[in-house]
C-alpha cells in the first residue's frame, strides 16, 4: 500500500521544520564564534560585519546541513515509535519503505540544497571573508584604527599615530614619520585634526593646522613649514570596496573552474592536498544528509519495538552526529595529510550507506512476517488515524 498524500506531507513537513529548527540552532554558534575569532570590537563601525557574515555562513550552512537532517530524523522517528504511531502504521499496512519515503523526501532535498550552497554559494562568498582577515591584519581599514598605537604602511616606509578619535572619520594628534623616494628625504608630520575620506584609490588623510618637518638624507639640517590643510594618500579600503588581495584561494574558484584546477602529475603535493580537501568537502558532504536519514531511520526502526517502548533516541543521535564529525574532520585532516586517503572518506561514507539500507531491508524483510518472526501481528481492522 502506498502512503496516503495527507499523511505523507504531514510526516515531509515535521521533519523539514525540525531540519530548520536544528540547522539555525548549529549554524548560529559557529558563525558567531567565527565572527567574535576574526573580527575586533572596532568591526561594527568599520563595516565589516557583514562582508564576513556572507563569507562565512554559506560554508557553516551546507557542513552542517546533514547533521541537521539526520538528527531531525532520529527525533522525528523516535517521537513516532514512543507515540504508538509506527504501529498504526503498520496496522494500515503501510510497508517500511512507505514509512521512510517522506524523510527520504526532504533528505533529498536537502541533498540537492547542499549541492548548490557547496559548489555555487559558498565559492562565490567565502573570499569575502578572507578579504576581511586580509585587511584586518594589514590595518587597511581606517575605522579599525586604535588611538596611542603607531601603525607602518607602504611596507615600512610610513608611520602614522594619533592621540583619539573625535567622530568616525575624525582624529585629533595626529603624527606622520615617512620616507619619501622621489625626494630622498625623511618626512614628519603632524596635525591638530585629521579626517579619513574614503575615494576609489584608497583613503585621502586630510589634515588641518599642523607642521611640515623634512631633512634630506645625508644632512642635518632640518626644514619646518606650518600649514592650514596638507593631504596625503594612503592605500587602504576606498570606496571600491575592500582591497583586493595577491593570492586566490582554491575554495574560491567556481565549479567549473574548480575542476579545470584538478592536480595532475605535476602538481606540487600541497596543492594537491589543499584541491583534495576541497573537492571532499564540496562533493562529499551534502551528500550526507541522505546517508545520515537513512541510517537514522533504519536504527530507530530496528531498535524499536512497534509500540515504541525501547529507547532508541540516544543511540541515533550518538551515531549520526559522530559519524557526521569524523568525516568532516577526515576531510580537513587526513585528505590534507594525503590527498589518496579520500577513499577513505569515500569508503566511510559508502560503507553508512549499506549498513543504513541494510537496517531497513531487514525491516522491510519482516514487515509481513506472521506474529512472533520479528513482526507485530497486524489487526483485522486498520485503525484510523487523525494527521491534522
Known amino acids: 500500500m502506498t502512503i496516503p498524500r495527507l499523511l505523507y506531507l504531514y510526516l515531509a513537513r515535521r521533519i523539514l521544520i525540525t531540519v530548520l529548527v536544528l540547522e539555525t540552532g548549529l549554524c548560529v554558534p559557529v558563525v558567531l564564534t567565527s565572527l567574535f575569532h576574526y573580527l575586533p570590537t572596532a568591526a561594527l563601525r568599520s563595516g565589516l560585519l557583514l562582508p564576513a557574515l556572507l563569507g562565512t555562513l554559506p560554508t557553516v550552512v551546507y557542513i552542517a546541513l546533514p547533521m541537521a537532517v539526520g538528527i531531525a530524523v532520529a527525533l522525528e522517528f523516535s517521537r513516532m515509535a514512543a507515540d504508538g504511531m509506527i504501529a498504526v502504521l503498520y496496522s494500515l499496512r503501510l510497508s517500511v519503505v512507505s514509512i521512510c519515503l517522506p524523510a527520504v523526501l526532504v533528505a533529498g532535498l536537502a541533498v540537492g540544497f547542499g549541492y548548490w550552497i557547496s559548489c555555487f ?90 607642521s611640515f618637518e623634512s631633512r634630506p638624507i645625508g644632512s642635518s639640517q632640518m ?96 551515531a549520526v552526529p559522530s559519524i557526521h564529525i569524523g568525516i568532516l574532520i577526515g576531510t580537513e585532516s587526513l585528505v590534507r595529510h594525503d590527498p589518496r586517503l579520500i577513499v577513505v572518506i569515500v569508503l566511510a561514507i559508502a560503507v553508512e550507506f549499506v549498513a543504513a539500507l541494510v537496517l531497513i531491508t531487514r525491516q522491510q524483510a519482516g514487515f509481513g512476517a506472521p506474529a512472533g518472526e520479528g513482526q507485530a501481528p497486524l489487526p483485522s481492522e486498520p485503525f484510523s488515524l487523525d494527521t491534522t
Open 223 to 318: 626644514r619646518t613649514a606650518d600649514f592650514d590643510e596638507y593631504v596625503i594618500q594612503l592605500d587602504m579600503q576606498g570606496t571600491n570596496g575592500m582591497p583586493k588581495r595577491n593570492w586566490v584561494g582554491v575554495f574560491e574558484l567556481p565549479l567549473k573552474k574548480f575542476l579545470a584546477a584538478a592536480p595532475g602529475p605535476g602538481t606540487p603535493p600541497y596543492l594537491a592536498a589543499q584541491w583534495t580537501s576541497e573537492a571532499a568537502k564540496r562533493f562529499c558532504i551534502p551528500i550526507l544528509a541522505l546517508a545520515h536519514a537513512l541510517l537514522a531511520m533504519g536504527l530507530v526502526l530496528t531498535l524499536s519495538s512497534a509500540t515504541g517502548r525501547n529507547a532508541t533516541t540516544v543511540a541515533a543521535l550518538i
Open 121 to 210: 554559494v559558498a565559492p562565490a562568498y567565502v573570499g569575502q571573508m578572507h578579504d576581511v582577515i586580509y585587511v584586518i591584519r594589514n590595518s587597511l581599514n581606517h575605522r579599525l584604527l586604535e588611538p596611542a598605537q603607531f601603525y607602518t604602511f607602504d611596507n615600512g616606509t610610513r608611520t602614522l599615530y594619533f592621540q583619539r578619535w573625535k567622530s568616525p572619520d575624525v582624529v585629533s594628534g595626529m603624527f606622520i614619520h615617512q620616507f619619501n623616494v622621489a625626494k630622498n628625504e625623511e618626512e614628519i608630520i603632524t596635525a591638530q585634526t585629521t579626517e579619513f575620506r574614503r575615494n576609489e584609490r584608497g583613503v585621502l588623510l586630510v589634515m588641518t593646522h599642523g
